[in-house]
């Protein structure tokens, strides 16, 4: 069954790329992309996903923002695109080397997509979470998930991940998933990604 794409509670990590302060006003659909990483950080919290979060150059870029809900993590701070810096590989190998990874944040066509870079090299699947994801140009996110896409890594939504990762009803921890679904993920602009397809 290799190469499907099927999410597992117990083979995943959740990545909170840079969802820092200063990109705020400059992000296209900031704060829809942040409310959704928020929904999958809870989810995470739920079933037991481990997170990590990194911050670009945070002395210049400011912290993580806090509707996130990332207190408790160490942020990882980076200069480099990619999240796969030297201390993240080893909360990964701390995690025992997670197969899969769940992926939020921004800028696509940057730090994401360097990261997915790295994680397919080296053979980690990667669940890119569209509507958890953006640039600052609608145009260079939709031609990154593309991009990304032709890569090899899957492209999700944050109420599919939510519901992949229970796969039904009688999850022990269903209802509570389900009370994170209560109201409908935002509108991110990604219906213009597929009427371009």
Do not use: W
């Not at 997509?113 to 953006?134: P, R």
């Amino acid at each position: 069954m290799a190469g499907i794409g099927r999410l597992t509670t117990k083979d995943a990590v959740l990545l909170l790329c840079d969802m820092q302060e200063k990109f705020r006003p400059n992000i296209f659909q900031f704060t829809n992309i942040v409310s959704n990483a928020a929904r999958l950080l809870q989810a995470g919290r739920v079933l037991g996903i481990p997170a990590i979060v990194t911050e670009q150059y945070p002395k210049g870029l400011g912290p993580t923002v806090p509707e996130l809900g990332a207190e408790g993590l160490t942020a990882h701070a980076k200069t480099s695109f990619t999240m796969m810096t030297e201390e993240v590989q080893k909360e990964m190998q701390i995690l025992g080397n997670p197969k899969q990874a769940i992926l939020c944040g921004i800028e696509a066509h940057a730090c994401i997509a360097c990261t997915t870079f790295d994680l397919l090299e080296k053979g980690i699947e990667v669940h890119i979470v569209s509507d958890a994801v953006s640039s600052r140009s609608q145009t260079d996110r939709l031609f990154a998930l593309s991009r990304l896409k032709q890569s090899g890594a899957f492209l999700t939504t944050t109420e599919a991940v939510l519901l992949q990762l229970v796969q039904g009803a009688k999850h022990p921890n269903f209802k509570e998933i389900q009370q994170l679904m209560m109201q409908p993920s935002p509108d991110t602009g990604l219906l213009a990604y597929f009427s371009a397809l």
